[in-house]
């Protein structure tokens, strides 16, 4: 077998991790190299995947060494456990998602009621202060600047209107991915074949991954952050007190997004 027990150099995406993860010194990407190894007693080759700092800090003289890919995935398989949901778990979020939906939806048309009962106000104001430019009550510039003071009241409440109409839970939709991604990482886990679909989950939640002394470290977006701390069983979610508490925190996260 040609080149057999050396290093072999391929594109970074032909090694799922690499791109992912940084060096917890130096902070430099983390590389990836196979090494091929033959057994001349059954005519085999092994395949073996590496990990370790690119060391391209010059100013840093990194001491991390080289870790097995072997040895990485069940680190990052723990990981993505932390952040998984159960089918009732995920069916109990969605349903307080619905309730939550109807709910707020009725909230906003009465906040809309009150928005528009605004501009009227402000257009009846209009029209009696031209009433009194015309009647020569107020001058012409006091008319122009409270004009254009009413003018921009008018204009920012109509854009609230507008936004709140078109888009009365604009958190839903990505709180709903969200919780359809966490659905996901069990599985994702579980599959220690195709090693690219983890990389793909660590990536849209957004992990900032570290690998210093052969440990994978990662920091979470506050969203994934707040799953990660519930606890496992819905009712341990009640008895705790998490529901409120974490599913408002969630829900103010996806509205400022």
């Known amino acids: ?79 993505i456990q932390k952040v998984s949901l159960s089918t009732s778990d995920h069916q109990w979020f969605m349903n307080k998602l619905n ?35 015309l009647g020569n009550v107020v001058s012409r510039e006091d008319y122009l600047n409270r004009k254009e003071k009413f003018m921009s009241e008018k204009k920012s409440i109509e854009q609230r209107i507008s936004t709140l109409e078109l888009f009365p839970n604009k958190w839903l939709e990505p709180m709903r991915e969200f919780f359809d991604t966490a659905l996901e990482a069990n599985k994702i886990a579980s599959d220690n074949i195709n090693l690219f679909q983890k990389r793909e989950f660590l990536k849209k939640t957004g992990s900032n991954l570290t690998l210093k002394d052969r440990i994978v470290d990662w ?31 969630l829900k103010q996260i996806f509205s400022e997004g």
């Open 1 to 79: 077998m040609e080149g057999r027990g050396r290093s072999h150099p391929s594109e970074p995406l032909n090694f799922p991790f690499t791109g992912l993860i940084k060096c917890g010194e130096c902070g430099m990407m983390i590389s990836a190299e196979q090494h091929l190894k033959y057994y001349k007693s059954s005519d085999i080759g092994q395949r073996f995947v590496y990990y370790r700092c690119s060391k391209k800090n010059k100013l840093i003289k990194c001491g991390q060494r080289f870790i097995s890919e072997s040895a990485i995935i069940p680190q990052l398989n723990d990981h």
């Open 99 to 133: 309730t939550d939906e109807h709910q707020q939806r009725s909230e906003v048309l009465v906040i809309v009621q009150e928005f528009k009962k605004d501009l009227l106000n402000i257009n009846e104001k209009l029209n009696k202060l031209l009433d009194s430019y």
């Open 219 to 249: 920091h979470l977006p506050d969203q994934w952050a707040a799953l990660s701390r519930r606890p496992i069983s819905r009712n341990r979610v009640e008895m705790a007190g998490f529901e409120p508490a974490s599913e408002n925190t």
